[in-house]
């Protein structure tokens, strides 16, 4: 019994990996469907390069929160907005908008 299950679970585990393998070839391709194989596959993903990210430093903060003693600042209007509804409960009137 435990035998048949090992067997079952192989063998969904190479359906799935194929899958994975498929669904990456057509992402490397925009969606273009090829036929490459998985060194290709892997060769291609290596080759690509992460998107570099801004360091503190470089950030120019120009959003200043206005709460009493806070003197926290953000490179954009967006990351102010997302502190001062996180850290000071407030609400910007599109929420009840956005409700469900």
Request: hydrophobic fraction near 35%; aromatic fraction near 8%.
């Amino acid at each position: 019994m435990q035998g048949i299950q090992q067997m079952e679970l192989e063998k969904v585990m190479t359906e799935r990996n194929d899958l994975k393998t498929k669904v990456l070839k057509y992402e490397l391709l925009g969606g273009e469907l090829a036929q490459l194989d998985d060194d290709e596959i892997m060769n291609q993903l290596e080759d690509r390069k992460k998107k570099s990210r801004r360091t503190a430093a470089d950030i120019d903060r120009q959003f200043f929160c206005t709460f009493n003693n806070c003197k926290k600042a953000y490179g954009t209007e967006a990351s102010l907005i997302q502190h001062q509804r996180l850290k000071h409960g407030v609400n910007s009137g599109m929420d009840a908008y956005f409700r469900i």
